[in-house]
């Protein structure tokens, strides 16, 4: 209550039985002219005058309406059933945000009308519900619509007579796949190094690397290409910027603070993000999966730990993504992002889990209980139905390696041997295109430490022994499984790489000092391994191959130790190409190219017919090698197709003018055309014989 003195000042006076009283507890002693007067004064006055503190703090229905949003297709029931209804929708609706209020209308026999309001804290969480929850199936009856509030205010204020809308002047967007249009065909890689995180893509020459970008600040940690290398991400406090296009211009960001892991979808589609601190204090949630292109938030949990990463698996082309969550493997569909069938799938005493590379399969292992035994399951999604399993026993730990084109799942078993200390390493092949699903063993009896498939072919390498003094055998899959030559003894490795287009590989002893840096580079494609070559590079902690196959980089980054950064540049027979040392080298990683669009006979065509293009290929080859500087080779380039581009119109002009001839002679007359080759010499180079 207010009252006003002749000074036209307000001040508040508690309100006791209907009277004023004053905040010692005495009734005010006021003329009686001065409370007419303040009467007369609060009549002409409004609220906005009176209480305008208060009405400041008061929400306004525009913020208010968008929080609320209205959820269509609720179950009708009768009013005996609404405290299990509204305890069902709540929990479901709770995942969003926080619900402040809610309300579902009764019809006059107090039965549901089918929808309910759901009021939220703030606009996102009720963007979160429309995001999540709209198309929920409650059951095979109710699926879940649910909208804004504010939707039916804009239906509603729609005018009647329709204008044609201006259209927007055309903003060209960047082209993604402009990298795939270079005549040369070079493959890009990105390399971050220094302590300003400057960051460069590079095209890689046959003998040298040209820049194709470089920036400095361009990321606060590392960079990542996409599966199909459209994309570059960068890691920023402020979240995640993407860059795409001929000059890696922005494309997309996404607002997530203090990101530590981040993770592109096989299909490019979809973005994950996670981050160790939650959005707001509000909003626990930190896993975000984002829409790439619209960098919208399509889905969101909420991790107090996390324990591996990545935590979720995608499938190979990006219509599922799973992840262990207990005694349950939950597998969720886009673009709904939902789970599968609207539940978890029970497997008791899962451990992990691998998608075929090819097909909408998921290979999974369960480990032993009392008298049950280890279990390998391979399982076809979305049906969920296993295609087949195997049961094992005296298991200790169990990997699962897919082969590339989803023909055999190799399973490594270790087993522990009763008394003894020692375990010995089983391999099940599981030939998953055969009949029936055959299932195939083989034992190796020293340590296994790592296997690892061609990428093209039924083959796969097998590194085994003590770190030091190790072995590596290969095997080929036919009717039976059986060695390819003998087996390389003795060989400082630890790791093999397989070029993408399978038959070369590299051995490489990675972090280790005592292995020296040898590099062996090895064919694979004949009876027996043979080596091309043997180098070194000391103190190498990664090897990358090129997406063609044609180059692989060794390179030693900023780990551990400061001692020679850099990387070295190798062809796939293990011949030098280029070398670069980095001072605080950080990050190498190749650009990713989208599958061929050519088929397998049209690429069969293609290698019958190599000798035609190999005359060109030397051409340029020449020129890449020769002292010939870029910017030359790029001005006889442009003369060259400048001539091509007369003599095919010159050409044009002779097709008229032969039909003009013919029109203006009686006489049909053959004619000759003679096309001359001129050659003349330019340059001669001497290169000296090989000694060998």
């Known amino acids: 209550h207010y009252y006003i003195t002749n000074n036209l000042s307000l001040l508040a006076i508690p309100t006791c039985y209907g009277g004023f009283m004053l905040d010692d507890g005495e009734a005010p002693n006021y003329h009686e002219d001065d409370l007419r007067e303040a009467e007369k004064l609060l009549e002409e006055m409004d609220d906005s005058v009176l209480i305008s503190d208060i ?14 949003v209205i959820v269509d297709n609720i179950p009708v029931t009768d009013s005996s059933k609404l405290v299990k209804l509204t305890n069902v929708l709540l929990k479901i609706f709770s995942k969003c945000g926080k619900v402040e209020t809610h309300h579902i209308p009764l019809d006059d026999n107090n039965k549901t009308k089918g929808y309910m309001f759901i009021v939220y804290r703030n606009a996102q969480e009720a963007t979160n519900a429309i995001s999540s929850c709209n198309g929920y199936k409650l059951d095979k009856n109710h699926c879940f619509a649910v909208n804004r509030l504010s939707d039916f205010e804009h239906c509603m204020s729609i005018p009647e007579k329709w204008e044609e809308p201006k259209p927007e002047p055309y903003k060209p967007q960047a082209n993604l796949k402009s990298w795939l249009c270079d005549p040369e065909c070079y493959d890009h890689f990105a390399i971050v190094h220094g302590k300003n995180r400057n960051t460069a893509v590079h095209a890689c020459g046959p003998n040298q690397s040209f820049v194709v970008q470089q920036r400095e600040f361009w990321t606060e940690a590392h960079v990542k290409f996409s599966p199909k290398g459209s994309y570059l991400a960068t890691c920023h406090k402020q979240g995640i910027a993407l860059w795409g296009g001929p000059d890696f211009s922005k494309v997309g960001r996404f607002n997530h603070p203090n990101v530590t892991y981040f993770q592109f979808s096989p299909c490019e589609r979809y973005f994950v993000t996670y981050s160790k601190t939650s959005l707001s204090p509000e909003d626990p949630q930190n896993l975000i999966i984002w829409e ?9 949990f909420s991790l107090p730990v996390l324990n591996y990463w990545p935590y979720f698996k995608w499938s190979h082309d990006g219509q599922y993504f799973a992840t262990i969550t207990g005694d349950n493997l939950s597998i969720y569909s886009t673009p709904s992002m939902k789970l599968l069938d609207n539940k978890k799938i029970a497997v008791q005493n899962i451990r992990d889990f691998s998608w075929c590379p090819c097909e909408n399969w998921i290979a999974y292992w369960q480990s032993e209980n009392k008298n049950i035994p280890a279990r390998v399951t391979i399982m076809a999604v979305p049906n969920c139905e296993p295609l087949s399993a195997k049961n094992l026993f ?14 055999y799942l190799a399973v490594k078993v270790d087993r522990t041997i009763k008394n003894k200390k020692e375990s010995e390493n089983v391999f099940e092949i599981f030939r998953l295109r055969e009949k029936d699903i055959p299932v195939e063993n083989f034992e190796i009896k020293s340590k296994v430490m790592s296997l690892s498939w061609d990428p093209k072919g039924p083959r796969f390498a097998v590194i085994q022994g003590e770190q030091g003094r190790t072995d590596v055998s290969f095997f080929k899959i036919g009717e039976k499984i059986l060695p390819i030559g003998k087996t390389l003894t003795n060989k400082k490795c ?11 590989c590299v051995l490489a002893g990675l972090n280790n000092i005592s292995f020296d840096g040898v590099l062996e580079f090895w064919d694979i494609g004949g009876d027996a391994p043979t080596l091309m070559n043997e180098a070194s590079h000391f103190m190498v902690t990664n090897i990358t191959w090129d997406p063609t196959g044609r180059y692989v980089c060794s390179s030693n980054t900023y780990g551990g130790h400061s001692v020679e950064n850099g990387y070295n540049m190798w062809n796939f027979q293990g011949s030098k190409v280029f070398e670069a040392s980095l001072e605080g080298f950080i990050q190498f990683a190749w650009r990713p190219r989208p599958p061929t669009l050519l088929k397998d006979k049209d690429t069969k065509e293609i290698k019958k017919n190599m000798k035609s293009y190999t005359r060109d290929f030397e051409i340029k080859d020449k020129l890449s090698q020769s002292k010939a500087s870029k910017e030359l080779i790029e001005k006889r380039r442009a003369v060259y197709d400048e001539f091509m581009s007369y003599r095919r119109k010159k050409e044009k002009d002779l097709e008229v003018l032969k039909l003009q001839y ?19 010499f330019m340059k001669e180079e001497v290169e000296p014989a090989n000694k060998e």
């Open 662 to 680: 013919s029109e203006l002679r009686t006489e049909v007359v053959e004619e000759e055309y003679v096309e001359e080759t001129v050659e003349f």
């Open 494 to 504: 630890n790791c093999i790489k397989w070029s993408p287009l399978g038959q070369y």
């Open 292 to 300: 790439t292109r619209s960098c919208l938030n399509k889905r969101a």
């Open 394 to 407: 005296n298991v200790s730990n169990i990997e699962i390696f897919w082969q590339n084109s989803g023909n």
């Open 55 to 68: 009405l400041d703090k008061r929400p306004r229905s525009s913020e208010t309406i968008e929080n609320v």
